[in-house]
C-alpha cells in the first residue's frame, strides 16, 4: 500500500553517476526506451540497480511498518464488518511487504540485510507512519486518503521498467481498491454519523493534513540525476504532479461531506489549473526523517521485538543443508 | 420441530460455539504485523479471519433462526458473565509456542465438532458447517504441520512445545465442559455431545503428537479447567472485552 | 520501563523502552530459502508464476504458497519448486530467438495459396 512518494537517498549529495560501458548502456537504455522491461538477470548500470534496491526495499519498509498505525485499532474495530474488514486489510499490508522484499531481493538484496536496515535507522520508511493512530477515525483517514496517496505513487511506478517491480506492483494496486474503497466507507459513516463521530473524523483529518501533504516529498529539484532516474523509467513522476493529481481527486470528496481542511489557503485557481496551499513544514519532514517523530522510536522497537521473539521459530525449522539463492522473479 | 427444552440447550450449544470462536479469533488477530516470519503473519491472520467470520455464522443462525439479537449486538453488548467461551480462548497471546497449541487443540476440537455439525438434525447448523469446514480442515493442516515441524526442530522448540502442551492439555479439556439439555440434542441427532467429541478429539492429539515426537500429557491425571460454560472466566476476559468493544460503546446506536 | 503504547497489543508486548540495542542483526539465511510459486486459476488453465514465498521446506512453502497468492479470486492448484532447482536461460542469450520470428514455414500464415487458386479458375474460365 504505502509506497511513499518521497524516496530518501543520503546519495544524492555525490552528483556523479557510476561511469558504465557506453556501449551496454545505450542498448539498455533503448530498451527501456522502447517500453520493454528489464529482468532480473539482465545487465544494468550499478547506478540503476542501487536506486531500485533502494526504492523498492523502503516501499516494502514502508507497508511492514504502515501495518502498525491502522493495527493499533485492530482489536478494537467496532461491530464485525469493520473487525474483518480491518483485520484483512492489514494483512494485505504485510502481504505487500513480502511481495516487494521479494522484488527487491532479485537485484540481489537478502531480505535479512533489508530488515537490519530498516531495524538499524539506517533505510527509511514512508514518514507519515511515524505518526500516532489516536482515535478509530484515525483509521477512516489512513484508510482513505494515505491509501489514496499511494495508489497515485503506485500507479505511476507500475509502469516503470523493472519487470518484478511491475509485476509486484500490478498485484498490489488491485489490492490497493479494496483498501480504498474499505477506507472510504469507514470515512463516509463517520462524516454523515452522529456528532460525535463527526468531530472525530474531523479531528483525525485536522492532524493528518500535514503528514499527507508531506506524502510525495518537497518539490523536486530538477538535476541530472532526476533526469537520469526519469529516463531509466524508475523515477514515474515529479513529486508536485503526483501532489496535484492527489489533491484534484480527493479534496471534493473532503469537501463534498463539509468536512474542513486546516489549511485556509487550499485551493484550485481556475486559471492555472493548479492547487494552491500553504507549503507544509518541511524542517519538521526531515526531523522526522532523520528519526525524531512522534513514533519513529516505536515503530522500530515493534519490529526489532518481532523479528527478535520469532528467532527460535525461525531458527528451529531452518535446514542444515539449506541454500539461499537471488529468487527469480 | 424441536420442543422448548431442546431448542434452549440448541441456543446453548451455538452460542458456546460462537463464543469460542470469536474470542479465539479476536486473540489471533492480535499477531497481524507482530508474527515470526511475513509469510507465517500472513498465514495466522487468514485463520483468525476465518473464525471470526464462523463466529458470524453462528451468530446469524442464532438471530435469524433463534429469536436472538443481531450478530453484533451479541459480541459487543453482552457482559462477560454472560459469555459461555471455554477459559481457554481468552488467555492472552504469550510467545508464539502457546499460540500455535491453543491453535492445535482448539481447530482439532472445531473440526471434529463442524464435521459432525455438518450431518446435524438441524438444518441451519448442518447447512453452515458444510460450507465452512473445508476452511477448518485447512487450519488443522497449518497447526499440525508447525507442530510436527517444531517438535523435530531443535532442542529449544521441542522444549517448548512439550512445554506448552503440559501446561495447557487441562485448559484446553475445559473445552468439553457438559451443559444443560445436552443429552437432548445428542438423542435429537442435533450433535453427537461433548463426550464422544473428547474421545475423537483425544485420539487425534494423540496421534498428531506422536508424529511430532512429543509426550501426550496423562488426561487421567489432569483436573480439565471448567467454568467457561456457565459464564464463569479468568481475570483475562473482562479486560479483552472492554477493550474489544471500546470504539463500538461510544455509540452502540450509531452506524460505524 | 515498558513502551506505553496507543496500541494495546504493542503494550502488552512489554518491550523495553530503554532498550539500547539497535545493533539487533538478523543472521543470514535466517528467512530460509524461497521457492517459485505457480497458480492454476481454473482447471483446465496453465499454471502461472506469481511469485516466491520463503520457506524453511516444501510442505511450509506450500502452505504459504496459499496465503499469500490464493487469498482472493479463484484457485484451484498451487505448485512450488525451490528457486534452485529452476534453471533459466540468460538473458544476454535471447538472440538465440532473433530469428525466430522470421521461420514463415512453421507458420499457418506463411501459406498462402488464394492467389494460385484464383489463377487457376480464371484459368479454367478462359478455356
Known amino acids: 500500500m504505502y509506497g511513499g512518494g518521497y524516496i530518501h537517498d543520503d546519495q544524492k549529495k555525490k552528483p556523479e553517476m557510476q561511469a558504465e560501458d557506453p556501449v551496454l548502456l545505450a542498448e539498455f537504455e533503448a530498451r527501456i526506451a522502447r517500453g520493454e522491461k528489464i529482468e532480473p538477470r539482465d545487465w544494468m548500470p550499478a547506478d540503476y540497480r542501487r536506486q531500485l534496491i533502494r526504492m523498492i526495499e523502503q516501499h516494502a519498509h514502508s507497508e511492514i511498518i504502515g501495518a502498525l498505525p491502522e493495527g493499533t485499532w485492530i482489536t478494537r474495530a467496532p461491530g464485525f464488518r469493520r473487525k474483518l474488514a480491518l483485520m484483512a486489510k492489514v494483512q ?85 481498491s479494496f483498501h480504498l474503497k474499505q477506507g472510504h466507507s469507514v470515512f463516509v459513516y463517520l ?49 508536485d504532479d503526483m501532489r496535484q493529481q492527489f489533491l484534484t481527486m480527493y479534496v471534493p470528496k473532503i469537501w463534498e461531506l463539509g468536512l474542513t481542511l486546516p489549511d485556509p489557503n487550499l485551493k484550485k485557481n481556475p486559471e492555472t489549473n493548479q492547487w494552491e496551499f500553504t507549503e507544509p513544514d518541511w524542517n519538521e519532514f526531515y526531523e522526522v526523517i532523520k528519526g525524531n517523530g512522534p513514533c519513529n522510536a516505536e515503530r522500530l522497537a515493534v519490529r526489532r521485538t518481532a523479528e527478535e521473539r520469532g528467532a527460535w521459530v525461525r531458527a528451529a525449522l531452518k535446514r542444515a543443508d539449506q541454500h539461499y539463492v537471488t529468487p527469480l522473479a | 420441530m424441536f420442543n422448548t427444552d431442546t431448542l434452549n440447550a440448541l441456543r446453548r450449544l451455538l452460542l458456546a460455539m460462537a463464543d469460542d470462536h470469536l474470542i479465539i479469533g479476536h486473540r489471533n488477530s492480535e499477531w497481524t504485523g507482530l508474527g515470526p516470519i511475513l509469510e507465517e503473519d500472513i498465514a495466522f491472520s487468514s485463520i483468525a479471519q476465518d473464525k471470526i467470520g464462523h463466529a458470524l455464522g453462528l451468530y ?175 481475570e483475562f476476559l473482562q479486560p479483552l472485552l472492554d477493550e474489544m468493544t471500546e470504539v463500538f460503546r461510544i455509540d452502540p446506536a450509531a452506524e460505524w | 520501563m515498558n513502551i506505553q503504547s496507543l496500541d494495546p497489543r504493542v503494550t502488552r508486548l512489554g518491550i523495553d523502552a530503554e532498550e539500547k540495542n539497535p545493533d539487533q542483526t538478523l543472521q543470514r539465511e535466517e528467512h530460509w530459502e524461497t521457492y517459485q510459486v505457480f497458480h492454476q486459476k481454473k482447471r483446465g488453465e496453465k499454471h502461472s508464476s506469481v511469485g516466491v514465498v520463503h520457506a524453511p521446506n516444501a510442505e511450509m512453502a506450500l502452505l504459504f504458497a496459499k496465503e499469500q497468492y490464493a487469498r482472493r479470486g479463484e484457485t484451484v492448484n498451487l505448485w512450488i519448486v525451490n528457486t534452485r532447482d529452476v534453471l533459466a536461460m540468460d538473458y544476454d542469450d535471447y538472440d538465440v530467438f532473433s530469428t525466430t520470428p522470421e521461420k514463415m514455414y512453421r507458420d499457418p500464415a506463411g501459406y498462402k495459396v488464394n492467389e494460385k487458386i484464383a489463377a487457376f479458375k480464371k484459368a479454367q474460365l478462359d478455356v
Open chain 1, 92 to 176: 494485505d499490508e504485510v502481504g505487500h511487504a513480502q511481495l516487494l522484499y521479494s522484488a527487491a531481493e532479485t537485484l540481489g538484496k537478502s531480505r535479512e540485510d533489508m530488515i537490519n536496515d530498516l531495524i538499524n535507522g539506517k533505510s527509511k520508511y514512508s514518514n507519515v507512519f511515524n505518526y500516532p493512530a489516536k482515535t478509530w477515525a484515525d483509521v477512516a483517514v489512513i484508510g482513505f486518503l494515505i491509501d489514496a496517496a499511494a495508489i497515485v505513487n503506485q500507479v505511476a511506478n507500475s509502469k516503470g521498467s523493472y519487470g518484478p517491480y511491475c509485476r509486484a506492483l500490478e498485484r498490489i494496486c488491485y489490492e490497493e
Open chain 1, 191 to 239: 462524516a454523515t454519523g452522529t456528532p460525535t463521530q463527526r468531530a472525530m473524523v474531523q479531528d483525525a483529518l485536522n492532524r493528518w493534513w500535514q503528514p499527507i501533504m508531506h506524502f510525495f516529498g518537497p518539490s523536486d529539484k530538477m538535476s541530472q540525476h532526476t533526469e537520469t532516474l526519469m529516463r531509466w523509467k524508475v523515477k514515474m513522476a515529479s513529486n
Open chain 2, 60 to 234: 446469524s443462525i442464532l438471530n435469524e433462526q433463534l429469536g436472538e439479537a443481531d450478530p453484533d449486538t451479541l459480541a459487543f453488548m453482552r457482559n462477560e458473565t454472560d459469555f459461555t467461551s471455554c477459559q481457554l480462548v481468552e488467555f492472552p497471546i504469550g510467545e508464539y509456542d502457546f499460540s500455535l497449541v491453543r491453535h492445535l487443540l482448539f481447530d482439532v476440537a472445531a473440526l471434529i465438532r463442524f464435521e459432525d455439525a455438518s450431518h446435524s438434525a438441524y438444518d441451519p447448523l448442518a447447512k453452515l458447517a458444510r460450507k465452512v469446514k473445508g476452511e477448518i480442515k485447512y487450519h488443522v493442516f497449518h497447526a499440525s504441520t508447525f507442530v510436527k515441524q517444531l517438535g523435530q526442530g531443535n532442542e529449544e522448540s521441542k522444549a517448548r512445545m512439550q512445554s506448552a502442551f503440559n501446561q495447557n492439555m487441562a485448559l484446553a479439556l475445559g473445552m468439553f465442559e457438559s451443559f444443560e439439555g445436552e443429552a437432548l440434542l445428542v438423542q435429537q441427532g442435533i450433535y453427537k455431545g461433548e463426550a464422544a467429541i473428547r474421545t475423537a478429539w483425544l485420539g487425534e492429539i494423540s496421534a498428531i503428537l506422536q508424529e511430532a515426537g512429543l509426550q501426550m500429557p496423562d488426561v487421567d491425571k489432569l483436573e480439565p479447567v471448567y467454568g467457561g460454560r456457565k459464564g464463569f472466566h479468568t
